[in-house]
């Protein structure tokens, strides 16, 4: 029962494409016109149009994040030189644990690391956005849903940065016997918003989360009593409430930025080939469930790397 | 390759407007509305436009100099006598009810769907002297729901089929419109819809919450707001009227605002006392104690909705305030609106007098354009 989704505003390109060759330039302006038309950031304001607040961001990173970043997880974090220092990027990510620590991690890790530190934006299931309390908090602190929409205008118009998981809660879901073993990459449809943004393609890999939230079974009857997207039995949870939810175990954190995927260079209109779609969607799950294996096997212990 | 040639024309008029598009005979249907009556004074002040006429069924709300009002249903033989007779070249549709406490449902309907139908059938047909029809709709076409985007842009239906009447009614509105522009090729058919629009001379379901000591908000929930200041529709109603803008366009102001943040601009508290589940349901009896919420209000104080307002920007169109600067002439309003209260001049529309302003050859006619007429 996959809602109809609006579908994607046509680029440019799309509906002027009579003459291929000739069109380009004239496209190429119209991208930066529209770009020049976008509201001006007023400086007054504690939120920006997604939402995103500074404020709580910042309360919640130096509280939260940066003690489990840099104590509890003792994040390592390879290839930062990977995440593009300017233009519209799409993250891709392995996911996992009932309440994701991966996501805030990466966040961190290029605020922390990188040379030229960009805000990123994680894109979330629309559940969240409908779920009270989610609704108000997730947009505060940098998250968007993941409409192909959204994620067109934060890379092509707003060029950002932008932290896909295409396993979406099939990876979360996923027991802890599962572990490091990659879902299917949906259909691919976050390629083909990086086609059509134009924007590069990071795979990332994150290796500690799987254990820093085993998930031991998923409780049906209690997930649609409370409505929620899935009732994971872990460590902690539903043991200690709520705030079980944040009942993370030590583990050792790696992450590793994989070498980007330019989509510029595959052609005029890459997107509307769906066998490129599918092709470079494997591609890149193949190249994180090699790399997640690599980080596995060299790693000696699970809590201490 | 007739229709390679019929196609190109139109593409090289884009580029540079031609100045016959510019409304000179202008019909404002729905005078008697605050947008109506609005616009039609802008209008006056445009020397070039050489005939403004307004049709409605209630007498004018405003004070108006050269406009002339025929009073009259949504007959469209009626109306279209009138096109046909004054030869307009410009319609400005701003019936549209898009508040459904405002009026009874059923009168909506009527006026929103059936009253578009017929405005629309009086412009139509060969003679026909319209050359553009410009509809005022509203944002609520996209509705909003869990899985909207962040940004609607033109092209983007909405997820979901209407939940509300009212917003039934604008999307079948906004559909024979469109079905019009398709058959009428030498029309030129601009719909503009506009987000929640926030002004001090305007009263909708959102001022009236905005202007409680307290701002109920939906538990759990901050929805993006962004809002239009009423003199930024007017004056996109007039770009409309003096541009030749085919296709669809959003209206609203720079700035998508929180919920919180737009009771915070206005020095009020939030209440966050609407229940997360079963809003709707609870909406029923707060209506009966007073509380006049809206149906499509309801999941917009859960869900919110942005738009992306760069179309009618990249047309030359600048708004005059941003949709943060909105909100703080409002909040600017209600605070001086106990001081202010009653001190405004109302204005009745005198049928008699009106005429005899008009066509009286007593009376000294100065030059119209610069003219301001009073009490604005």
Request: proline share 8%.
């Given at each position: 029962m996959?809602?109809?989704r ?39 304001r ?20 940066e ?48 040379s ?16 009270p ?11 968007v ?150 980080m ?10 | ?19 016959a ?42 004070e108006?100099t ?8 949504n ?41 578009t ?5 009086a ?42 009447r ?13 079905e019009?522009a ?27 919450m ?11 929930f ?155």
């Amino acid at each position: 029962m996959a809602p109809e989704r609006t579908p994607l505003s046509p680029v440019p390109q799309a509906s002027e494409g009579d003459e291929a060759g000739a069109a380009q330039l004239p496209v190429r302006r119209d991208a930066e016109r529209m770009r020049e038309l976008l509201p001006a950031i007023e400086p007054e304001r504690r939120l920006n149009d997604w939402g995103r607040s500074e404020r709580i961001e910042g309360l919640l990173d130096r509280t939260m994040i940066e003690f489990f970043y840099r104590y509890w997880f003792r994040c390592d974090v390879e290839g930062i030189e990977n995440v593009p220092a300017e233009g519209g990027a799409l993250l891709v990510s392995n996911h996992s644990g009932a309440l994701p620590p991966d996501a805030g991690m990466i966040a961190k890790a290029i605020r922390e690391e990188h040379s030229r530190p960009r805000p990123l934006n994680i894109t979330v299931e629309h559940f969240f956005k409908g779920y009270p309390g989610f609704s108000m908090l997730i947009p505060k602190v940098g998250c968007v849903a993941a409409h192909p929409a959204n994620v067109h205008r934060l890379l092509y118009d707003e060029r950002q940065l932008v932290l896909v998981f295409p396993e979406g809660r099939k990876g979360t879901e996923k027991l802890f016997k599962e572990r490091y073993r990659l879902r299917r990459f949906g259909r691919g449809g976050f390629v083909e918003a990086a086609m059509r943004a134009e924007a590069q393609l990071v795979p990332v890999c994150v290796v500690g989360a799987e254990e820093s939230m085993p998930v031991f079974a998923q409780a049906n009857l209690l997930r649609r009593m409370t409505g929620l997207l899935y009732f994971p039995i872990t460590p902690t949870f539903p043991w200690l409430g709520p705030l079980g939810m944040l009942g993370y175990l030590p583990a050792k954190f790696r992450i590793r930025f994989l070498e980007p995927i330019d989509t510029v260079q595959m052609g005029p209109d890459p997107a509307s080939d769906k066998g490129l779609v599918q092709t470079v969607a494997q591609e890149i799950r193949a190249r994180i469930q090699e790399n997640l294996h690599e980080m596995v096997g060299e790693r000696r212990s699970v809590w201490l790397g | 390759m007739a229709g390679v040639s019929q196609k190109d024309a139109p593409i090289t008029e884009d580029e540079s407007p031609a100045p016959a598009h510019r409304a000179r005979r202008v019909l404002v249907t729905g005078l008697s509305t605050y947008w109506g009556g609005r616009l039609a004074q802008a209008l006056e002040s445009h020397p070039e436009v050489e005939a403004i006429i307004g049709v409605d069924n209630r007498d004018p709300t405003r004070e108006l100099t050269r406009t002339e009002f025929v009073k009259v249903s949504n007959q469209h033989s009626l109306i279209q006598r009138i096109v046909i007779a004054a030869e307009i070249d410009t319609v400005v549709d701003s019936r549209l009810v898009v508040d459904s406490v405002t009026t009874a449902p059923r009168l909506a309907h009527e006026n929103n769907v059936i009253g578009t139908m017929n405005i629309l059938a009086a412009c139509t047909g060969r003679d026909s002297p319209v050359k553009n029809f410009i509809f005022k709709s509203s944002a609520h076409y996209y509705g909003c729901e869990q899985d909207d985007p962040a940004f609607f842009t033109e092209d983007m239906r909405r997820p979901h089929p209407p939940r509300t009447r009212i917003e039934r009614d604008i999307v079948e509105a906004e559909t024979a419109v469109s079905e019009f522009a398709d058959r009428s090729p030498h029309v030129t058919a601009t719909v503009l819809r506009f987000s929640n629009v926030l002004g001090p001379h305007l009263l909708t379901s959102h001022a009236r919450m905005f202007s409680l000591p307290l701002v109920p908000m939906v538990l759990g929930f901050d929805p993006r707001y962004q809002f239009v200041h009423e003199d930024d529709v007017v004056r996109a109603l007039e770009h409309a009227a003096f541009n030749r803008l085919p296709g669809t366009y959003n209206v609203a102001a720079d700035g998508v605002l929180a919920l919180s943040e737009v009771i915070g601009l206005l020095g009020k508290r939030p209440l966050p006392v609407l229940p997360p589940w079963g809003t709707g349901a609870l909406a029923a009896p707060l209506r009966r104690l007073g509380f006049r919420i809206p149906d499509e209000m309801v999941n917009q104080l859960r869900f919110g909705r942005g738009l992306d307002n760069r179309k009618l920007k990249a047309t030359g169109f600048t708004y005059g305030y941003t949709s943060r600067e909105a909100v703080i002439r409002f909040g600017e309003h209600l605070r001086l609106h106990p001081v202010l209260r009653g001190s405004e001049r109302e204005f009745t529309y005198e049928k008699e007098v009106e005429e005899f302003l008009r066509w009286s050859p007593h009376v000294r006619r100065t030059d119209r354009g610069t003219e301001e007429p009073f009490g604005i």
